[in-house]
């Protein structure tokens, strides 16, 4: 039976926990809409614009498994809050030390960012082993929601506050307000059954599991399925006839209808008896989205917008709750998680990299397209046999 000071813990890490969610990608994204304007006047070429899109996905997927490290050696509570301090001096390095700073800021944020995120399913792991689904679910869109705010906001913000320096120097202060919430958490009394010291998080023994590789992998296509999307998308919109604006609109409209996917993942997962029905349903409603956007009926765009967002919604939320759910206990999470994350972004991000090669096809529409569903097929065979029966674990965890 929780008790009141249980309950009360609970419900203000719920809030504090989705606040440090929705910066989770804020101030990374925030740059992408003003990247000309910063180009120009620190006088970047056009190439530099493609390491400079890799450098988050390759910090984010360095900090993971770093995060799995560093737990053995500071408080999983107190990393999260060092590792977001990490970031505030990364926001504050890429809006004032040029071109240096842009490149090591932007890497500064994608790692302490990337450890936060990492390590914070670990402390959830903790706290509320039994709402795992919903707790990913809620994760899953509040970083949909940072991401799509940063972008949408970046040229207004800019506007508003003079330049581009201090328009993405804005962006420190959220992050600075979860930091303090985050703090005062911590420092507030707590249940005594609340792991408080070091965990024990090593990746290597996870390395003989076939289900963590199975979790990794899954991850992995995701990551390298969404990022091809995001990068090429209203690109490839554009060619079909749409105007900038709409092109831009497709990409827009499939974010926001995340959102009803990530919430209601779990619901469908009762609803349709288990988590293989909905990767059965989801993942091949995303490929059908795909196709009819670039290839189907120049009309419908919206309604295929609509299904992508609510398939890849659903995949989103099912990759982070694989994570946390097929983990035995705390350590296991940060370590999966450092395994996960780590390949899914390193990896991905390194597939997807490749596979854009295809917009110099003579179709790239059909290309892309063919590319998509073979990731989608690999995020489907490797997220049916993450389902497998058993738990991944550590030979030993110490609190």
């Not at 029905?277 to 309604?303: C, R, Y």
């Not at 759910?325 to 996960?340: E, I, Q």
Request: net charge positive; with cysteine.
């Amino acid at each position: 039976m929780p008790t009141p000071q249980s309950r009360s813990y609970g419900v203000h890490f719920v809030i504090v926990f989705l606040f440090i969610c929705l910066n989770l990608r804020l101030s990374i994204s925030a740059t992408d809409p003003i990247l000309t304007v910063i180009m120009h006047d620190l006088g970047l070429r056009v190439g530099s614009s493609a390491l400079f899109a890799l450098l988050p996905v390759i910090a984010l997927g360095v900090a993971a498994p770093l995060g799995a490290g560093l737990v053995s050696y500071v408080r999983p509570r107190h990393l999260i809050a060092y590792a977001i301090l990490f970031a505030v001096g990364g926001i504050v390095w890429r809006s004032y030390g040029g071109i240096i700073g842009l490149y090591g800021g932007t890497l500064t944020i994608g790692l302490g960012l990337g450890i936060t995120g990492s390590v914070v399913l670990g402390v959830v792991k903790d706290i509320f082993p039994s709402r795992v689904p919903e707790l990913m679910g809620a994760y899953t869109a509040c970083v949909c929601v940072g991401t799509s705010l940063g972008a949408s906001t970046s040229d207004p913000v800019m506007l508003m506050m003079g330049d581009w320096q201090r328009g993405l120097l804005f962006w420190a202060a959220p992050l600075i307000l979860a930091l303090l919430l985050w703090v005062e958490l911590i420092e507030r009394a707590h249940p005594l059954n609340i792991r408080q010291d070091t965990m024990h998080s090593p990746i290597r023994p996870l390395l003989r599991q076939s289900k963590a590789w199975w979790v990794s992998i899954f991850y992995l296509f995701r990551v390298a399925g969404a990022w091809i999307i995001i990068a090429w998308l209203s690109t490839l919109m554009h060619h079909r006839g749409l105007s900038m604006v709409e092109a831009g609109l497709v990409l827009g409209l499939s974010t926001v209808s995340q959102l009803p996917g990530n919430l209601l993942s779990d619901h469908f997962v009762q609803w349709l008896g288990g988590r293989p029905h909905l990767m059965l349903i989801s993942i091949p409603l995303s490929v059908l989205a795909i196709w009819g956007l670039l290839l189907g009926p120049l009309s419908w765009w919206p309604v295929f917008a609509v299904i992508f967002g609510l398939g890849i919604g659903c995949v989103f939320t099912l990759g982070m709750t694989l994570i946390v759910d097929s983990s035995a206990d705390a350590p296991t999470t940060v370590a999966l998680s450092g395994m996960a994350q780590g390949m899914g972004f390193l990896f991905g991000g390194v597939l997807a990299w490749i596979a854009s090669d295809v917009m110099d096809t003579a179709h790239p529409a059909v290309s892309m397209a063919c590319v998509y569903s073979v990731f989608a097929v690999g995020s489907l065979v490797s997220g049916l046999c993450s389902n497998a029966p058993g738990k991944v674990s550590l030979p030993s965890s110490r609190r």
